[in-house]
């Protein structure tokens, strides 16, 4: 279901000990999903700023592991999109965050890159490689089920599995209304690389005089015409 609506959106936001809400990246309750109750917001953001606060968000714990947490954008994003940031920041943040997991060497990276743009709307694809461990080919369709381990010895020694693959997969598909999957390639022992892709409407960039509390204000335009205008509070 969409919603559309005006709201501060931050992209800075930083975790705090015992904070378990959607700010961090939590998914949504497995629940909610099952019975059709996932939302979405439609929401004028940056799209770069969003991966660099995700990225931001897990420096911290890649650091204490010894791994290089890597932001890698490929070419040039849209400024200002419209979607929902806060969903795309719960998928990039719990990938990055079991890539984080379960890497003991190496490093993990976020990856995004525009694939396709015109008057419509923007399409941008999106993947979270790491060096770990890696799944074998036979445990690659498990993982995607619910309360699924591929190796029980992974519990033992990462603490389980990590959080909500299947809820993920469920936002990605949700979100592109069945357009686009959350796709894996894993080798065992080498390492694991997640894609998927939105599409989101173009907005209008930026101007000097929008700037409002250090914030962005703009007007979206392209496959949701009737939008008005978001503000993006940072």
Avoid at 61 to 87: C, F, H, N, Y
Avoid at 164 to 173: K, Q, S
Wanted: with cysteine; charged share 25%; aromatic share 6%.
């Amino acid at each position: 279901m969409w919603r559309e609506r005006t709201v501060p959106v931050r992209t800075d936001v930083q975790p705090s000990a015992g904070d378990t809400g959607t700010r961090t990246g939590k998914p949504p309750d497995s629940s909610k999903i099952e019975a059709g109750a996932l939302t979405f917001e439609a929401v004028v953001f940056d799209p770069t700023a969003l991966l660099h606060a995700a990225r931001d968000m897990l420096e911290h714990s890649a650091r204490q592991k010894g791994l290089t947490l890597k932001l890698d954008i490929q070419g040039k994003l849209p400024q200002a999109v419209s979607g929902d940031p806060t969903r795309l920041r719960q998928v990039l943040v719990n990938l990055a965050g079991n890539a984080v997991k379960f890497t003991e060497h190496g490093s993990v990276t976020i990856a995004a890159k525009t694939v396709q743009q015109d008057e419509n709307g923007v399409t941008i694809a999106f993947a979270v490689a790491d060096t770990g461990i890696g799944i074998r080919d036979e445990d690659q369709a498990r993982i995607f089920e619910p309360f699924e381990q591929a190796d029980s010895s992974v519990t033992r020694k990462y603490g389980g599995a990590g959080l909500g693959l299947v809820i993920v997969r469920r936002i990605v598909e949700t979100a592109s209304r069945g357009t686009h999957k959350l796709t894996l390639e894993s080798r065992e022992g080498l390492g694991s690389t997640f894609r998927f892709a939105m599409d989101f409407a173009l907005a209008e960039p930026v101007s000097a005089g929008a700037q409002l509390l250090g914030g962005v204000c703009a007007a979206a335009s392209g496959a949701w015409p009737s939008r008005e205008r978001a503000c993006a509070a940072a």
